[in-house]
């Protein structure tokens, strides 16, 4: 079983990394540890507010670090063009690009765009931003990387290709898991075709933190206002998570560690792979069917209007 840390982190000075949703659970945690390394980190939140609250408790513990906070509304791809705009404008290179940032199991709801919310954050605006950033990871000197963080749950998710934004039937965990299987067949078939355009120095790994214990769990029954599902969260989180300090590990562990290599999946080691030090993972059968993921990718690309061009 892999016992690495965060002392195993190598030194980032120099780097740049995105990090979306770093203002709170694993991405917080994960941007914390990639600044105590040295890298400049570009915070990408939805609320300005709430990353400026981040950014400040971060450098209550890491004075020196280096840290920008930029507005990302993933669920607009509008402000995900702005956001690639503005990195493009005060950056020139890109080490590692962190797709992070999530909803879980929340009603039914619609992104600017008219995508089903949870498929649209989750997939179709880290679709578009890594499509967006591509060229900044390309052309970096040195290896880079793309880690998109999963879920376990990916395992119950199938790609429902003929009611995609559940506007026939909709169940929130479905949709989830849905989203979820999305993140691993985009990281692997972007892998895919990084290997047959010949780029070897960028990198496309999946993740998933294991239960950790995070805000995530809390906003589908805090939009339901089911108390009782609130508080069965909670307890949970308390009971049975491990933190999201542990949670980020797997998510830097893809970001950094020397061994890992493009087409990998890493997750925790310990106990259900819920929990532990991270390592090498095994996807679902379904996260790997190639058919499927150069199906998603299509319709990625016609749904957001979006060329993800890799020359």
Known sequence: M???????????????????GANSGIGFEATKLFAEKGAHVVMACRSLDRGERAMADIRRDVPAASLTVAELDLADLDSVHRFADEFADDHGSLHVLCNNAGVMAIPRQETEQGFEMQLGVNHLGHFVL??????????T?????????????????????????GERGYDEWDAYAQSKLANLLFAFELDRRLTASGIDDVVSVGAHPGY?????????????????????????????????EMGSLPLVYAAVEPSVESGDYVGPQGLFDMRGSPGRAEPSDRARDQETAARLWEISETLTETRFRLA
């Open 212 to 244: 950790a214990a995070t805000n995530l769990q809390l906003r589908g029954p805090s939009e339901t206002g089911s108390n009782a599902r609130l508080w069965l969260s909670k307890l949970a989180n308390a009971v049975f998570a491990q933190s999201a």
């Open 2 to 20: 892999s016992d690495w840390t965060a002392d195993d982190v190598p030194d980032l000075s120099g780097k740049t990394a995105v990090v979306t």
């Open 130 to 139: 890594t499509a967006r950033l591509f060229a900044h990871l390309r052309d």
């Open 141 to 165: 000197p040195g290896e880079t990387r793309i880690v998109t963080v999963s879920s376990g749950l990916h395992e119950r998710g199938r790609m429902n290709f003929d009611d995609l934004h």
